[in-house]
C-alpha cells in the first residue's frame, strides 16, 4: 500500500513559541481561510509554489532552458517568468546561479518527516518538547496530519495541533484524538467582521474552540492586526469568550510581523503594509487578558 504523503513547506527545528520545551515544527500547506494579513501566503495553496526573488535575479537565463513548460521566456531579449504557465515542478530552481528562484511545497511521506523529527529528540527529551503540527493549517491534509501525529506519538513524542479551527468537527476530532495539546487562533469574534478579512464567518471556529477545550489542553493565540482586532473591544471580548466558553486557557497575543510582507512580491500577489503595535499598545492589549496568560 502507498504511504499517505503530505505537502510540507517547512520544518522548523528548535522552534520556542510553537507549545511546551524546544520542538520540530512542521508547516503543512493549504488553508481554508483566506486572512488578508497572512504572514506565509506561500503557505494558502496545497499545491507546490515558486518564489522568485527579482531582487537577486541577474537576468541570465539559466532558468529558461531549465524550464520544460516554457514558463520563462526571452522579451525583448530577456528572460521573463510567466506565473500562469508555471507547473510548480521545481526543476529552474537549482540551476539559478543566485537562489532566486526556490519552490515552497515538497511532496513528503510521513516516514520522511519522521527523519527529520528524530534529528533533535535529545532537545525534545531535556525540555518536554516535541513535534507541532502548524501551516498554512495541517486541517487542510487531515490524513496526513493524522498519520504524522500518529506516527510520533508512537515514537513516544508529546505532539501540538497548530490550527485555525475551520474544519468540520469529525475530521478535527479525528486529528486531536492523536494530539496532546492544541494551540488555536481566534482572530475575532464578530461573524461579519471575520468573514469580511478572512473569507469565512467564525461559527464554526468558536464551535469547534468549545469543543477542543473539553478534550485537550488548549492556549489560544491571538495574531493582532492593525485596525482589525487590536484595539480593547476585539481583544476584551475573546478574553471573555475563553474565561466564560473554555475555561480561562492561556491566551498569547502575537504583534503584527512585517517579515511576511516580501513574500507576497516572491508569489507576484499584492500583499498588506501595515504597521507592527509599539510595546505600550501591546502591554495594554495584554492587560486586557488578567490572568490568563
Ligand atoms: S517551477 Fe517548473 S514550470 Fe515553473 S518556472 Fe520553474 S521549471 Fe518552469
Ligand atoms: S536562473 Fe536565476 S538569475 Fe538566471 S534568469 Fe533565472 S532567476 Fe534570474
Known sequence: MNPIRGV?????????????????TVFLKGCPLGCFWCQNPESQATSAE????????????ACRSACPHGAVRLVQGKPTYDRTLCRGCGRCCPVCPNEARSLSG???SADEVLAEV???VKFYRRS?????????????????????L???????????????????????????EQADFVLLDIKHLDPAKHAAATGRDN?????????????????LRIPLIPGFNDDAAAIGAIAAFARNELGGPAIDLLPYNRLGEIKYDF???????????????????EALLGDTR
Open 8 to 24: 510540507v513547506f517547512n520544518i522548523q527545528r528548535c522552534s520556542l513559541h510553537d507549545g511546551p520545551g524546544i520542538r520540530t
Open 50 to 61: 515558486l518564489l522568485y526573488d527579482r531582487r537577486k535575479c541577474t537576468l541570465c537565463g
Open 106 to 108: 515538497k511532496t513528503m
Open 118 to 120: 528524530r534529528r533533535d
Open 128 to 148: 518536554g518538547g516535541g513535534v507541532t503540527l502548524s501551516g498554512g493549517e495541517p486541517m487542510s491534509q487531515p490524513r496526513f496530519s493524522r498519520e504524522l
Open 150 to 176: 500518529g506516527r510520533c506519538r508512537q515514537e513516544g513524542l508529546h505532539t501540538t495541533l497548530d490550527t485555525c479551527g475551520a474544519a468540520p468537527w469529525a475530521r478535527l476530532r479525528g486529528v486531536l
Open 203 to 219: 461559527r464554526l471556529i468558536l464551535a469547534n474552540a468549545k469543543r477542543i477545550a473539553k478534550l485537550k489542553p488548549l492556549r
Open 267 to 285: 508569489l507576484d500577489r499584492e500583499g498588506p503594509a501595515l504597521l507592527t503595535q509599539t510595546d505600550e499598545r501591546l502591554r495594554e492589549l
